[in-house]
């Protein structure tokens, strides 16, 4: 998934070590659960590997639902998304891949300008 501008620019921060990176990167990890704001002046090494994980979440987390229509619809966290079937011929596995993209894009907007769900996700220690 590509990050969206954020009001800084990336070019304000320094560029890291390749050690520094893997620290960064574990302190997302440790740190940051699914559901959680995303702060702007957090590293980009910090918001990619916060994108990664949001990622990852809702792609376990979402989950191919019948609701009576010969759509495709995919039910994350509140919401269902159908995916129109009509009018391409698109595997199961590519209308998949769509929900996830068009979820991911919803939700990191969401997370990126200050808001949290309002149940936020328990991800183990951290």
């Known amino acids: 998934m590509t990050l969206p501008?954020?009001?800084i620019s990336d070019d304000f921060f320094r560029e890291l070590s390749p050690s520094e990176t893997v620290e960064?990167?574990?302190w997302a990890r440790d740190n940051w659960k699914a559901g959680?704001?995303?702060e702007s002046v957090w590293h980009p090494v910090v918001r990619q590997e916060c994108a990664k994980i949001l990622e990852e979440y809702?792609?376990?987390h979402t989950y191919k639902c019948d609701v009576g229509t010969l759509d495709w619809n995919f039910s994350f966290r509140h919401e269902v998304m159908a995916i129109d079937s009509s009018t391409e011929s698109l595997s199961?596995?590519?209308?998949?891949e769509m929900?996830?993209?068009h979820l991911w894009e919803s939700e990191w907007d969401h997370l990126s300008n200050g808001n949290e769900w309002?149940?936020?996700?328990?991800?183990g220690p951290g």
Do not use: N, S
């Not at 199961?92 to 998949?96: G, S, V």
């Not at 309002?118 to 991800?123: F, G, H, K, L």
């Open 5 to 7: 501008a954020t009001p």
């Open 24 to 26: 960064f990167r574990k």
């Open 36 to 38: 959680c704001a995303i």
């Open 58 to 60: 809702i792609r376990e």
């Open 92 to 96: 199961e596995e590519e209308q998949f």
């Open 99 to 101: 929900a996830v993209e």
């Open 118 to 123: 309002e149940e936020v996700i328990d991800r």
